[in-house]
């Protein structure tokens, strides 16, 4: 089985502050992929990053960047000096050996002017 | 190109009642999925096809609900005897193939509000 925690369901910013959100996963399968997809207000899910377990490099995109760190099972994400546009909430997502996606609780994110 | 679409964008039925929910995914990708999310909560897997059949549908909460992929492109979410704890956003997904690396496209969604 696999499973998906993101422990924070709400964070409350200030515009410009930087922000991280957690994501711990669990799963027995060695090859596997890590997504985040962002909702907004809209509704409609939109993917951001893809990550598998074999490539643990940062990245970084923007005011976007990623930490993938399979000692701790961790795929955090961090919003960098982030804006109102920013509001919505995010999902971390795993897929492995079954195909089947699992996604989090979601961190709905508050960027405040 | 046009995204993921979904109709109707809400439903109100009464307890008992039949519905249909349909997702058109973007053309050419071969997987679809099916999610329901109740306020606060992820995505929850349903089902999903590859091509015209249903690859898994573990999901699926119990024989009420059935779907449909017939000639691999267009889906229908069926759903007998509705509940009101059926009512949630229901969600399709397409992606190229199912493979573990394939990213989602999602539709909006279909608001279900059971009475």
């Known amino acids: 089985a696999q499973k998906v925690t993101q422990a924070q369901t709400e964070i409350s910013v200030v515009e410009k502050e930087d922000v991280t959100l957690d994501c711990v996963y669990e799963t027995r399968d060695t090859t596997y992929y890590l997504f985040w997809y962002k909702q907004p207000p809209s509704g409609e899910l939109v993917f951001l990053i893809r990550r598998n377990s074999f490539d643990e490099q940062n990245e970084i995109s923007g005011r976007y960047s990623w930490n993938f760190q399979k000692s701790t099972s961790s795929f955090n994400f961090t919003i960098t000096a982030s804006q109102v546009v920013d509001s919505a909430v995010y999902f971390c997502a795993l897929k492995g050996g079954s195909y089947i996606p699992t996604f989090g609780r979601g961190t709905s994110l508050i960027v405040h002017p | 190109g046009a995204g993921v679409s979904q109709t109707p964008s809400n439903k109100v039925t009464e307890k008992g009642k039949y519905v249909e929910l349909r997702c058109d995914p973007i053309s050419g990708h071969t997987a679809l999925y099916w999610y329901r999310q109740s306020l606060g909560q992820g995505p929850e897997f349903l089902i999903y096809?590859?091509?015209?059949?249903?690859?898994?549908d573990s999901g699926l909460p119990n024989d009420r609900f059935f779907a449909v992929r017939p000639e691999g492109s267009v889906s229908t979410l069926k759903i007998q005897r509705t509940e009101r704890g059926d009512s949630a956003v229901y969600l399709c997904?397409?992606?190229?193939?199912?493979?573990?690396?394939?990213?989602?496209?999602f539709g909006p969604g279909t608001r279900l509000t059971v009475l």
């Open positions: 997904a397409s992606s190229q193939t199912s493979g573990r690396a394939d990213e989602q496209f």
């Open positions: 096809f590859q091509g015209t059949g249903a690859a898994d």
